[in-house]
C-alpha cells in the first residue's frame, strides 16, 4: 500500500504522454500498449560458452528518449510497483524459455555504490516468484586507492582488479557449486558479472537476467 503511495506520489503522470491515468507499469493504458508492449520480449542470448543473458528490454544509446526515462525512473527508487509489474512479466516470460529448475539460487550482482539496491529489488521480486532463494554473496570492495589520485591509464587498467569478492559468510565450496541465476537492472559490458563469477569461483553453466540491455555503443 505504501510503495503505491510513494510510486504515485514520484510518478503522477504517464511517462510518455503525461495523462493522469497512470498505471503500475508507468505508462497510461493507450502508451503502454502503442509504445511499450511491442517491445516487451526476452530475449536469451549465449555471452560465452558457460553463460547466457536474458533480458526484456534493449535500449540503444540515444534512440530513445522513452527508455532513458524509464531507466532514470527503475533506478530513482521511486517505482517499487513498476518493478514488481516488469518483474513477474519477466519471470512468466523465463520459466518459458528457460528450465528454471535446474537453478539453485539468485544471486544479485554488487553495484558500484552502498546504495544501490536496483539489483537486490529485482532478485527479491523474481525470488518470489520463481521459488528460488536469493544469495547474497558479493560485494564491492573499495579500490586501495582512490580512483581520483590515479592517472587515466592506471584507472584503465584498475577495472582489472580484483575489486569484487566473496563475503566471507560464505566458503569457496558453498558457492562454486552451485548452479546460479546472477541478477542485475541493466547489463552494458557485462564486467561485474564477469567477475562476480571469477568472485564465487563458479564455473558451472550460468544465467544472467537483467530488465534492461544497453549494447555498447562499438562492438568488436
Ligand atoms: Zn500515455
Redesign the pocket.
Known amino acids: 500500500m505504501l510503495s503505491a503511495v510513494r510510486q504515485f506520489i514520484y510518478n503522477p503522470v504517464?511517462?510518455?504522454?503525461?495523462?493522469f491515468?497512470?498505471e503500475t507499469h508507468l505508462?497510461?493504458?493507450?502508451?503502454?500498449t502503442q509504445y511499450i508492449e511491442p517491445r516487451l520480449l526476452l530475449n536469451v542470448k549465449k555471452i560465452s560458452e558457460q553463460s547466457e543473458h536474458a533480458f526484456l528490454i534493449e535500449w540503444f544509446p540515444g534512440e530513445s528518449d522513452l527508455i532513458s526515462e524509464m531507466v532514470y525512473r527503475f533506478k530513482s527508487n521511486r517505482c517499487p510497483q513498476a518493478w514488481l509489474f516488469y518483474s513477474r512479466l519477466f519471470a512468466n516470460l523465463l520459466c518459458d524459455q528457460v528450465d528454471i529448475s535446474q537453478y539453485d539460487a539468485l544471486v544479485p550482482l554488487p553495484g558500484s555504490k552502498s546504495n544501490s539496491v536496483h539489483a537486490n529489488i529485482f532478485a527479491k521480486n523474481l525470488s518470489k516468484i520463481l521459488g528460488l532463494p536469493v544469495l547474497n554473496a558479493l560485494y564491492k570492495s573499495p579500490l586501495a586507492q582512490p580512483q581520483k589520485s590515479k592517472s587515466a591509464k592506471e584507472r584503465r587498467q584498475s577495472t582489472n582488479v580484483s575489486d569484487i569478492q566473496r563475503l566471507e559468510l560464505f566458503t569457496k565450496n558453498e558457492t562454486s557449486n552451485l548452479k546460479l541465476i546472477y541478477v542485475d537492472d541493466i547489463m552494458t559490458t557485462g564486467f561485474t558479472y564477469k567477475r562476480s563469477r571469477q568472485a564465487l569461483q563458479n564455473k558451472n553453466q550460468s544465467l544472467l537476467v537483467t530488465l534492461f540491455f544497453r549494447p555498447a555503443a562499438i562492438q568488436t
Open positions: 504517464c511517462l510518455y504522454c503525461g495523462s491515468y497512470v505508462y497510461c493504458k493507450f502508451c503502454f
